[in-house]
């Protein structure tokens, strides 16, 4: 069953960077298109799937965790955004007065830098996580034997620790 539908996660990408035309006083309309977002979130998505340790091949419909999707997106989003300010920088100067267009690469990578390294350390516990939860018949321990098959007490000395066991094994 999927998280999020995909017109659902686009809005919330969309809410989460606030953009929207009545908020973006420099630009006409919204500044990432849903076209871009849904590129973005199979990134996000390709990443996850495609870091150690390797769990399984997931995509934005099931995808294990929303708050990972969605910061994995914002950054791909800020990528391509950079990408394109980078691109358009263009500064001049006429008459004393010097403007800039498309200045703003830096502010959009630096905020992408600032939200990966959460990302990527919340990344790497959940895929630990799922990784150690869907072991092939669990976890094993010598200490599983404990109660299980018998008591085991333990003699101590000052240089050695021998166990003894007692008690029967039930078949």
């Known amino acids: 069953m999927p998280i999020v539908d995909r017109f659902t996660f686009?809005?919330?990408v969309r809410d989460y960077m606030r953009d929207f035309p009545e908020f973006n006083a420099l630009v006409v309309g919204e500044e990432t298109s849903d076209?871009?977002?849904?590129?973005?979130?199979?990134?996000?998505?390709?990443?996850?799937?495609?870091t150690m340790p390797p769990i399984g091949v997931f995509t934005v419909?099931?995808?294990p965790?929303?708050?990972?999707?969605?910061?994995g997106t914002v950054i791909q989003v800020l990528r391509s955004a950079g990408i394109l300010q980078a691109r358009n920088n263009l500064n001049y100067?006429?008459?004393?007065?010097?403007?800039?267009?498309?200045?703003?690469?830096?502010?959009?990578?630096?905020?992408?830098?600032?939200?990966?390294?959460?990302?990527?350390?919340?990344?790497?516990?959940?895929?630990?996580s799922i990784n150690a939860g869907s072991a092939y018949g669990g976890v094993r321990s010598e200490y599983s034997f404990i109660g299980a098959y018998?008591?085991?007490?333990?003699?101590a000395s000052v240089d050695s620790f021998t166990a003894v066991r007692f008690g029967s094994i039930l078949f």
């Open 65 to 71: 965790s929303l708050y990972l999707l969605l910061i």
């Open 93 to 128: 100067s006429d008459g004393g007065l010097t403007v800039a267009t498309s200045d703003k690469a830096q502010i959009y990578l630096a905020m992408a830098n600032a939200l990966m390294t959460e990302y990527e350390h919340k990344k790497r516990n959940l895929k630990i």
């Open 150 to 155: 018998g008591q085991y007490i333990g003699i």
């Open 61 to 63: 419909e099931t995808h």
């Open 10 to 12: 686009v809005g919330q």
């Open 35 to 50: 076209g871009l977002i849904n590129l973005c979130a199979d990134l996000a998505a390709d990443d996850f799937s495609n």
